[in-house]
C-alpha cells in the first residue's frame, strides 16, 4: 500500500465549519466544524473515494503538485479564507478474489440484506466494521528448538 499526499483545499463554510476537497478526487469532499475536524473527515473521505475507485476499476489519480493546485486556486472561485493542506492517502490493495465455504442460510441471509452492494461488498464491509472495533492479537514467532541429543 504506497502512500501519497492530495491536496485538499479547506474553505470557510457556514459558522462554524470548514469545507475540505480535493483537487485530484472532486467525489472527496466533507466539512468540520473546526479546521482540524475538517482535516479529519477529509482524511476518512479520501480514503473512501480511494477505495471505491478500486472496487469499480478505476484509475487512480497521481496528486497534483502543490504549485499547480496554488494557482488554480488563486486564479478560480476558491478565494478569501481558503488553505490547501497536503493529506496523506493510502493507495489500496488490489481486490483478492477469494473461494470461502459458508452455510447455506448465512449466505441466504447475507444476499438478504446485501442489496446493491452484493455478497462481497457487504461481507468486506462486515468484515472492516467487525476489524475496527477490535484488538487482533498477534501472536508471536516461537522458535523451535531442537531436542538435546543425549
Not at 476518512?44 to 499547480?68: F, K, S, W
Not at 497536503?86 to 449466505?107: A, C, F
Not at 440484506?113 to 452484493?118: F, K, N, P
Amino acid at each position: 500500500m504506497s502512500q501519497r499526499f492530495y491536496p485538499a483545499i479547506i474553505t470557510k463554510g457556514r459558522d462554524p465549519g470548514y469545507t475540505i476537497q480535493f483537487f485530484d478526487l472532486p467525489e472527496a469532499i466533507s466539512e468540520g466544524d473546526t479546521i482540524e475536524q475538517a482535516i479529519l473527515h477529509g482524511q476518512e473521505a479520501l480514503a473512501l473515494a480511494l477505495e471505491c475507485r478500486v472496487e469499480e476499476g478505476d484509475t487512480i489519480p497521481a496528486p497534483t503538485d502543490l504549485a499547480t493546485v496554488t494557482t488554480k486556486v488563486h486564479e478560480g472561485k476558491h478565494k478569501g479564507g481558503t488553505f490547501i493542506q497536503l493529506v496523506p492517502g493510502h493507495e489500496p490493495e488490489p481486490v483478492v478474489r477469494l473461494n470461502v465455504t459458508l452455510p447455506g442460510d448465512l449466505v441466504k441471509r447475507i444476499d438478504a440484506v446485501a442489496g446493491e452492494r452484493g455478497r462481497s461488498g457487504w461481507l468486506a464491509h462486515a468484515a472492516k466494521s467487525a476489524l475496527s472495533q477490535s484488538v487482533i492479537p498477534v501472536k508471536k514467532a516461537v522458535p523451535h528448538r531442537k531436542a538435546a541429543s543425549k
